[in-house]
C-alpha cells in the first residue's frame, strides 16, 4: 500500500496528512507530517573548468 501524487507541487501537497481506515471490527487513524522531495530542474550547464595542480 503507498501513496502515489502526480504532478507534485510541494507548496500545495507537503504538510500534515490523516489517513483513516475502516471496517467491521472498527476504525483506526494516525496523521504523519508529509515531505515531498523531488529532484532538482538543471536549466543552465556550468562550464566545464579543471585546473592542474603540482
Same mark, same amino acid.
Given at each position: 500500500?503507498?501513496?502515489?501524487?502526480?504532478?507534485?507541487?510541494?507548496?500545495?501537497? @507537503?504538510?500534515? $496528512? %490523516?489517513?483513516? &481506515?475502516?471496517?467491521?471490527?472498527?476504525?483506526?487513524?494516525?496523521?504523519?507530517?508529509?515531505?515531498?522531495?523531488? @529532484?532538482?530542474? $538543471? %536549466?543552465?550547464? &556550468?562550464?566545464?573548468?579543471?585546473?592542474?595542480?603540482?
Amino acid at each position: 500500500m503507498g501513496l502515489s501524487i502526480q504532478n507534485v507541487d510541494p507548496q500545495q501537497h @507537503a504538510g500534515w $496528512i %490523516t489517513c483513516r &481506515l475502516e471496517n467491521p471490527y472498527g476504525n483506526e487513524e494516525e496523521t504523519i507530517q508529509l515531505t515531498v522531495l523531488i @529532484a532538482p530542474i $538543471i %536549466t543552465t550547464q &556550468l562550464p566545464r573548468e579543471h585546473e592542474i595542480v603540482s
